[in-house]
């Protein structure tokens, strides 16, 4: 999550982590992502106990692996496979290095934006059912959560990784009506085919008054190989919950991180070889990682807004829809 580049994770964290298996439940909230209709749990399958349904999906290493083929981007043939679809494995010696560097992220809003959704997650209610999409490595700033055990977090990804307790396709959310009390995207809705669509599916799966946390790129260069699609301005990133009303929003990273991230992917296009290219990361990392540090001043600039490296939101839902009009006049950038 909130990782761009060319992301890479050590070998060793790349193992799927058996203690973060769904509680019951969790497990009793699952639907079928094709009808809805509700699970059984047999052995090493799960079957959709709809008649005019049936499908069966299956049980990886205790892991519900819920996708509908018939719409997904994704099969099961390559879900199951080894490669990785976002963060690509390298060695010891190399996840050594790349850790002595200095790194072109500041995400600088995400603890204390994390902080206060926990508070409004427990003023709302005694026990919290948090689903986190794409969930295959630990959010930026979300280590508030887990511990907490009036937080039950239901990590999610696309594939198996590191902490996925359920693999399942964002488009088609395997959850009841209103079973949900929060969801997390961060770093996500970039990645999916569809957007709208996607925010359809967690204002599903939302309880009422259920909240939404979502963090997402405006200027950003390809992180995601073959699945990375779309950006936001920040009234974009609004209009994506125009049926959440706002508790929070702005930059979670200001130009100075745009401005580090384009320079170094202008050095790398210069270079075809992975070699020249790992170098070239490296150097690029060593001379601009300092432009950050700007972000700091940048972020309670208004006209900010208009060249940010990416922008958050937290909303809960609501049964009025936010008017375009309204939308258009809350601009806020550097041209008002």
Request: hydrophobic fraction near 45%; charged fraction near 20%; proline fraction near 4%.
């Amino acid at each position: 999550m909130s990782v761009l580049g060319d992301s890479i994770v050590p070998v060793e964290l790349q193992r799927v982590n058996a203690s973060l298996q769904l509680s019951e439940h969790a497990r009793s909230l699952l639907r079928c992502p094709a009808c809805l209709g509700t699970l059984h749990f047999d052995g090493d399958t799960i079957e959709c106990a709809a008649a005019e349904c049936g499908r069966v999906y299956p049980l990886v290493d205790g892991i519900p692996v819920l996708i509908n083929e018939c719409t997904s981007v994704f099969a099961y043939d390559g879900l199951l496979e080894s490669r990785p679809r976002f963060f690509k494995p390298v060695g010891k010696l190399r996840g050594w290095l790349t850790r002595l560097l200095p790194t072109l992220d500041n995400n600088i809003a995400a603890r204390r934006n994390f902080a206060r959704f926990r508070a409004e997650l427990k003023a709302r209610r005694a026990k919290s059912r948090v689903l986190v999409i794409g969930g295959g490595v630990l959010g930026y700033g979300m280590e508030c959560l887990l511990d907490d055990p009036a937080i039950e977090l239901i990590e999610t990804d696309v594939a198996p990784g590191q902490r996925p307790q359920l693999i399942c396709d964002a488009h088609d959310l395997p959850f009841a009506d209103g079973s949900i009390d929060a969801v997390i995207a961060q770093a996500v809705l970039e990645h999916v085919l569809d957007p709208q669509a996607v925010v359809e599916e967690i204002f599903r799966v939302l309880g009422d008054q259920g909240m939404v946390y979502a963090d997402t790129p405006f200027i950003s260069q390809v992180h995601g190989r073959e699945f990375d699609f779309t950006r936001f301005t920040y009234l974009g990133h609004r209009r994506l919950f125009r049926k959440f009303g706002l508790i929070d929003g702005g930059m979670t990273g200001g130009p100075g991180v745009a401005l580090a991230w384009t320079l170094r992917y202008f050095v790398l296009s210069f270079f075809e070889s992975a070699a020249l290219r790992a170098v070239a990361s490296g150097l690029s990392r060593c001379a601009f990682f300092w432009l950050k540090y700007c972000d700091y001043y940048l972020i309670q600039r208004a006209g900010a807004k208009d060249a940010a490296s990416a922008f958050y939101f937290m909303g809960q839902k609501q049964a009025q829809v936010l008017d375009d009009r309204e939308l258009v006049a809350s601009y806020e950038g550097g041209f008002r």
